[in-house]
């Protein structure tokens, strides 16, 4: 069965430091991955996604992530944080079995210290 | 309009009450589906459509029940709810079912339970 742990429910940053966001995950076949930030009071946007074009994945708003597959691993990253950054993150795993399920993480709140 | 639209925004309904959430997407997508976001809980998959047939259950009470008469709309009739089911309700679509496919997600309905 897929699954997906993000480590850490909050992680707290300066403004203009690095964000390292963690996201690991279980499945049996070669995935699909997906990072979604949710603003208060809005729903859930599609940040980045993984579909083995390439490992390494820009997304919107300076956000990259990279496919490791040795570490089953799939960490958001971004070089330097702004304050609108502050967010909650998920991650997410699919997989091309036919099923049409994303199996969602449990969050990581961001917060940027001024 | 573009996107994927919920209304209400915000509901708030007594235990006895019979309430209905609307979801319409104007991306031409063909799968839509309903999910539970509750504090400190991952979220939750309730209901699946493709092609505007039920795919997915996912053991939700009879309380909820979902329509959805054509792609682009999805509805959510409540009746006599409880106050865990007190949440923010997300709607999403997508172009097809299956992995790979990124989920577009409105805004929600915060739905509080008196």
């Known amino acids: 069965a897929q699954s997906v742990t993000q480590l850490g429910s909050h992680v707290s940053v300066s403004e203009g430091a690095l964000v390292l966001l963690r996201c690991n995950y279980s499945?049996?076949?070669?995935?699909?991955l997906f990072w979604y930030v949710q603003y208060p009071n809005q729903g859930l946007q599609l940040l980045l996604k993984?579909?083995?074009?390439?490992?390494l994945v820009k997304g919107i708003n300076g956000f990259e992530a990279e496919f490791k597959k040795s570490e089953t691993s799939f960490h958001l990253t971004k070089p330097s944080a702004h304050m609108s950054d502050a967010a909650e993150y998920f991650c997410?795993?699919?997989?091309?079995?036919?099923?049409?399920?994303?199996?969602f993480g449990s969050g990581t709140r961001l917060l940027v210290r001024p | 309009e573009t996107g994927v639209t919920q209304t209400p925004r915000h509901l708030v309904m007594g235990m006895t009450n019979k309430k209905s959430l609307k979801c319409e997407q104007h991306?031409?997508?063909?799968?839509m589906y309903w999910y539970k976001q509750s504090a400190k809980k991952p979220l939750e998959l309730m209901f699946v459509?493709?092609?505007?047939?039920?795919?997915e259950n996912n053991s939700v009470p009879s309380r909820f029940s979902p329509e959805c008469p054509n792609s682009s709309h999805l509805f959510l009739h409540l009746h006599t709810l409880q106050p865990e089911d007190s949440a923010l309700y997300l709607c999403?679509?997508?172009?097809?079912?299956?992995?790979?496919?990124?989920?577009?997600f409105g805004d929600g309905t915060r739905l509080s339970i008196l």
């Open positions: 999403a679509s997508s172009q097809l079912t299956g992995g790979g496919q990124p989920q577009h």
């Open positions: 499945s049996s076949v070669p995935p699909y």
């Open positions: 993984y579909t083995s074009a390439a490992t």
């Open positions: 997410a795993v699919s997989d091309d079995g036919g099923s049409y399920k994303l199996i």
């Open positions: 991306l031409g997508h063909n799968a």
């Open positions: 459509y493709n092609f505007k047939e039920q795919t």
